[in-house]
C-alpha cells in the first residue's frame, strides 16, 4: 500500500511540467496521464473522454469497485486525504481535475503543490458552502433567493418573516435533496435546525418556479469560456428526473441571461475546468415572486452535471471532452448541439426486483442510447445509467422518450 514504485507502472518526470504551461496531449512516445478525484459515473465518463483522445487515466477512490476506478489505468484505493494516496496520485499524473464537489478542498489545494490542478481548491471551496457560494453571486450581481446564513443563535431569531415559508439547507455536504427541510414559521425553522445538530445552515425563501434549468460552462486557464445550450430540468424527490434540450426549452430571453450569469460566475471565480450553474425560473404570476428578477441562480457544480449527460450525443463536444480540454490546455470551441435531446435519468427505481430493465424494447426505439455506470447493485435513488434520446425533430424526440419511459416505468413529463 506505501510501497509507490510497487503501485505505479509510469511516473511523471519534471521535465513534462517545467518551464510555461502548455497543452498535454499524447505525443506517441510517452505516457501522458489525467489524474480525477472520485470514482463515481462523472469520473467514468471523464475518463472514457480522456482515453478517446489518447490519454491514460488515474483515479483516487477507496471504493474498489467504483465505476471510473474500474475503467482507469491506474486506480489508487485510498481515501482522499491520504497523504500517501494523494502523493501518489500526483506521481503518476500530470494534471488533475475532480468529479464531485465534496472532495475535501486541502486534498486539492495538496496536490496543486506539485501538479496543475483544475478546477482549483479556491473555486472548490466556494461551490462546496452555500453561504459561501452565495455571496459570491451576490458579487457577481446575479440575484439569487433571499436568503439568511444562519450559524449561530442569534442569526435563527433574527430571520426576517419574509424569508417564510422556506428551505433550510445545511450550508455543506448537502446533494440530491439531502439535508433540507422545509420549514412554515419561526417555530419550525428552529425545530429544523435543532434536527440538523445545528450545523451551519442557509435558510432560503420558497419561491414559485415556473421550471428549473442549467447551464454548463467551459472556462480554459486564458479566459476562454463556451457554453453547452441551456438545459430545462424536471427534479423529482429532490432528484433530477429528466433534462430536455431543444430551441425553446427556455425563454429565449431568459436563456441568454443564465448563459451570461454562468459565464459571469465562472470568470469571477477565475475558473479553470467545466462548471454547472443551475438556476430557477420563476412563475411571475405568483406573488411571491414580486420584486425578484424572473431568474435566480440557485447553486453551482465544479464539474460537470447529471444535466449535461444529453450533451454526450446531441452535442459534437461533450461536457466530458470539454473536462478534457481545460485540464489538458486544448483550446475550447463552442459546442454545437446537432440533435434535439431528452436524457432520462435511470434510478435504482427503474430495476425489477432481481433483475434488469426491459433495454431490448428500450433500445428498438430510434435515437435511444443507453449509458449505464457498471454499478452491480441497484437501490432507491441511485444513480445507475441514463438515456439520451436524440431524434430530427422535438417531437419526434419527445415522443420517443416518452415511450421509452412508459416501457421503464418513469412517470410522465
Ligand atoms: P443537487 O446538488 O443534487 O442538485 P441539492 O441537494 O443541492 O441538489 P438544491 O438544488 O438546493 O438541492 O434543491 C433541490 C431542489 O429543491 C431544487 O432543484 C428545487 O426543485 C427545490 N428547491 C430548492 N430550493 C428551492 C427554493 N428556494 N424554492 C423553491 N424550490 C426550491
Ligand atoms: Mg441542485
Not at 39 to 60: D, I, S
Not at 128 to 148: I, M, N, S
Amino acid at each position: 500500500m506505501t510501497d509507490l514504485k510497487q503501485a505505479t507502472t509510469s511516473f511523471v518526470t519534471d521535465d513534462a511540467l517545467s518551464g510555461e504551461p502548455q497543452s498535454l496531449l499524447l505525443g506517441g512516445s510517452k505516457e501522458i496521464t489525467l489524474g480525477v478525484m472520485g470514482g463515481g459515473q462523472l469520473g467514468r465518463m471523464f475518463a472514457h473522454a480522456a482515453q478517446c483522445m489518447g490519454f491514460f487515466t488515474a483515479v483516487l477512490d477507496p471504493d474498489p469497485v467504483s465505476p471510473a476506478g474500474r475503467v482507469s489505468h491506474h486506480h489508487i484505493q485510498t481515501s482522499y486525504t491520504d497523504p500517501v494516496g494523494l502523493e501518489r496520485l500526483a506521481l503518476v499524473s500530470h494534471a488533475i481535475t475532480t468529479e464531485f464537489e465534496n472532495v475535501p478542498a486541502p486534498a486539492l489545494a495538496e496536490l496543486a503543490k506539485t501538479r496543475p490542478v483544475a478546477p482549483a481548491a479556491s473555486a472548490v471551496a466556494i461551490a462546496q458552502d452555500r453561504a459561501a457560494e452565495k455571496a459570491h453571486f451576490v458579487r457577481c450581481g446575479v440575484p439569487c433567493a433571499p436568503y439568511a446564513v444562519i450559524e449561530t443563535a442569534e442569526q435563527l431569531e433574527s430571520v426576517g418573516a419574509n424569508l417564510f415559508p422556506g428551505i433550510l439547507k445545511t450550508a455543506r455536504m448537502g446533494y440530491d435533496g439531502k439535508g433540507q427541510a422545509r420549514v412554515r414559521n419561526a417555530a419550525e425553522l428552529a425545530e429544523a435546525w435543532a434536527d440538523m445538530q445545528q450545523l451551519p445552515c442557509v435558510l432560503e425563501k420558497m419561491l414559485p418556479l415556473q421550471l428549473e434549468c442549467s447551464v454548463i460552462v467551459a472556462r480554459g486557464s486564458n479566459g476562454d469560456c463556451v457554453n453547452l445550450p441551456v438545459q430545462r430540468n424536471l427534479h423529482r424527490e429532490g432528484i433530477l428526473a429528466v433534462t430536455e434540450v431543444y430551441a425553446g426549452n427556455v425563454p429565449d430571453q431568459l436563456a441568454e441571461r443564465a448563459v451570461a450569469a454562468a459565464k459571469s460566475i465562472a470568470a469571477g471565480l477565475d475558473y479553470v475546468g467545466v462548471l454547472c450553474v443551475e438556476f430557477f425560473v420563476l412563475d411571475e404570476a405568483n406573488p411571491a415572486a414580486q420584486g425578484l428578477s424572473g431568474l435566480v441562480v440557485n447553486e453551482m457544480a465544479p464539474r460537470p452535471h447529471n444535466s449535461g449527460h444529453y450533451s454526450m450525443d446531441a452535442c459534437d463536444v461533450s461536457q466530458f471532452e470539454l473536462q478534457v480540454r481545460t485540464l489538458a490546455r486544448l483550446p475550447l470551441v463552442q459546442p454545437r448541439q446537432h440533435s434535439p435531446a431528452i436524457m432520462l435519468n435511470l434510478l435504482g427505481d427503474v430495476w425489477p426486483e432481481g433483475g434488469v430493465p426491459p433495454w431490448e424494447q428500450v433500445l428498438a426505439l430510434p435515437g435511444t442510447h443507453l449509458h449505464l455506470y457498471g454499478k452491480l447493485r441497484a437501490a432507491r435513488g441511485r444513480k445507475m445509467g441514463h438515456l439520451n434520446i436524440t431524434g430530427g425533430s422535438i417531437e419526434q424526440v419527445r415522443a420517443t422518450a416518452l415511450q421509452a419511459a412508459q416501457i421503464l416505468g418513469i412517470e410522465a413529463f
